[in-house]
């Protein structure tokens, strides 16, 4: 069985196809267009389809639209309600209703020969359920008791939370809370509060609560509380009252790192309470997480500590271009197939080395091929060179694995500070280690691992804080990738070699991509960013362009 995954209404359009019960190619539509999020989150720009990325995710599997046997998009239209009746105020959501009821003929002017008839509307909060526990290794288990999964995010139709357990390929709801109350929509006010791009920058709040104290945890208790029965409630909260209202690009005080570290206290404790509920409930072994709250790795590590599961996995592709790829994997799991299990995040666009080099001779580059291009790159590395990988397939999803990534040396702080330059962040946000999964448990502690998709934060081991600074975070934390060397054999073998030199078995990984841009997806991509970033080596596939010393 074909199917087409389309995520389109809210945030990141992405579309993924699963054929057989494999997933083929997942890809967001921003990698293709340029634009960072594909469009801005709000109702008005909800009818922009992933037209690029469903295009290409047909082309990588040679199938006509003709082919598919059926397409879904995650939402469902026929549980919408007006935006006043959930006690929202959008005074535009009613075109989103509007542009989703439309989508299959949409759908058919962009690629044609799909049947309108063809496209399936799945709840929003199903598909993002499905991301996460069809997607997870953990496949045995899906026959047997099942997989306990928990979405939270902004919102869906009119909820903004599901818990619930699927087994053999059926899910069961046991519980959902219904908007206006929703973690990921206060999180995203007070990102708003901060002066941060809401929708966006939700990952900069939760940088910005390590510098705080949570003195205002007892006002946030009051606000926002769980419900006996697996819900929760978020009362209107007064920001103003605890840390002046931040424009765009102003300073933060203290205040306001202590209100960010408040908020995600709270987000923290009702997480763990929701998820005990659930295991409570269920007796669950595993606790699969996506939506976008699933992407705060803070919150992930103390579910992975203190709920209970024995094992917590979480979609990378938490936000909602997960739900393409979990849109179509329901469908999949409800015909019957037999899913098979997500075995990396590299699912986007890949390249071969005649692509690449013809990319190359075009831009009239000076290039090479080493023997090992591994070998090249930690060399370059233990000097100190700022380097450019692009490897492979793209990821999916919005986090840098080892094939569209900016690598450096992390035994010196001021890398961190090079690379946040290089890419317009703000100086007080980490930067990320990869490191071999094997050595991994010597230096990093109480998160789990291995964790190949930097969805958790570690402890760094006291006597390796100096030795690795540019990526330990103020509260001696870091955001690791492990790498497997079977998994990652050309990853490993950089990594292995950078080891060699300098003795640390670890290297600065952040996305490839100059600030405001989605990470780069294709050669030509990459070559831009190589000519306008102060970076020192572009490793792309097997080839290696060096800057010009001056
Ligand atoms: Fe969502």
């Known amino acids: 069985m074909k199917v087409l995954g389309i995520n389109a209404l809210f945030h990141d359009p992405s579309a993924a196809l699963v054929v057989d019960g494999g997933i083929v190619a997942a890809a967001e539509e921003e990698r293709f267009s340029r634009r960072k999020h594909g469009h801005r989150p709000v109702p008005f720009a909800a009818w922009e389809l992933p037209e690029q990325a469903a295009r290409w995710c047909l082309a990588s599997a040679g199938l006509e639209p003709t082919d598919l046997d059926a397409v879904t998009y995650s939402y469902d239209v026929r549980l919408a309600r007006p935006a006043d009746e959930m006690g929202l105020h959008d005074p535009w959501d009613h075109l989103r209703q509007t542009y989703a009821r439309q989508a299959p003929e949409f759908l058919a002017t962009a690629l044609p020969g799909l049947d309108p008839a063809d496209v399936t509307f799945v709840p929003h909060h199903v598909a993002h359920a499905a991301s996460a526990a069809l997607a997870a290794p953990y496949d045995a288990l899906l026959d047997a008791g099942g997989v306990d999964v928990l979405v939270l995010d902004g919102r869906g139709e009119c909820a903004s939370h599901l818990a619930g357990t699927y087994e053999r390929g059926r899910l069961t709801t046991h519980r959902t809370q219904e908007l206006p109350h929703s973690l990921g929509l206060l999180y995203e006010d007070l990102t708003e509060h901060l002066g941060f791009l809401r929708s966006s920058d939700e990952y900069k709040v939760m940088a910005m609560a390590s510098y705080g104290e949570p003195r205002f945890l007892e006002e946030l208790r009051r606000r926002v509380r769980t419900s006996p029965e697996g819900g929760f409630v978020t009362e209107r909260i007064d920001w103003d009252a605890m840390a002046k209202r931040l424009a765009p690009g102003e300073q933060w005080s203290q205040d306001h790192a202590d209100l960010a570290a408040s908020v995600q206290r709270r987000l923290e404790e009702v997480l763990l309470e929701l998820a005990r509920w659930l295991r409570g409930r269920t007796g669950g072994r595993v606790l699969t997480l996506a939506g976008g709250v699933a992407l705060n790795c803070v919150a992930n590590t103390v579910l992975a500590e203190h709920s209970g599961y024995d094992e917590v996995w979480v979609q990378p592709a938490a936000g909602d271009a997960g739900t393409s790829l979990g849109s179509a994997l329901h469908l999949a799991a409800q015909a019957g197939e037999r899913l098979v299990p997500m075995r990396g995040a590299d699912l986007g666009r890949g390249w071969t080395e005649v692509e690449i080099e013809e990319r190359l001779r075009t831009a009239r580059l000076r290039y090479e091929r080493p023997d090992d291009i591994a070998e090249t790159v930690a060399e370059c590395l233990a000097e100190d060179g700022v380097v450019a990988w692009f490897q492979g397939r793209s990821e999916f999803g919005p986090r840098a694995l080892g094939h569209r990534s900016l690598l450096a040396h992390p035994g010196r702080r001021e890398n961190l500070e090079r690379l946040n330059d290089v890419k317009g962040r703000e100086q007080f946000r980490p930067v990320a280690p990869m490191v071999l999964a094997d050595r991994a448990g010597d230096i990093f502690s109480r998160g789990p691992l291995p964790s190949p998709y930097m969805l958790f934060v570690h402890d760094v081991a006291p006597h390796w804080r100096d030795r690795i600074p540019a990526v ?57 960013c190589f000519g306008s970033a102060p970076v020192d080596l572009l490793a792309i596939g097997p080839f290696a362009v060096r800057r010009p010393t001056a």
């Open 472 to 528: 330990v975070h103020v509260d001696g934390t870091a955001r690791i990738q492990t790498v497997d060397a079977d998994q990652e054999p050309l990853v490993a073998r950089m990594l292995t070699a950078f080891e060699r030199r300098t003795g640390l078995p670890v290297v600065v990984n952040t996305s490839l991509n100059t600030a405001g841009r989605p990470m780069v997806d294709d050669p030509r991509d990459a070559l831009e």
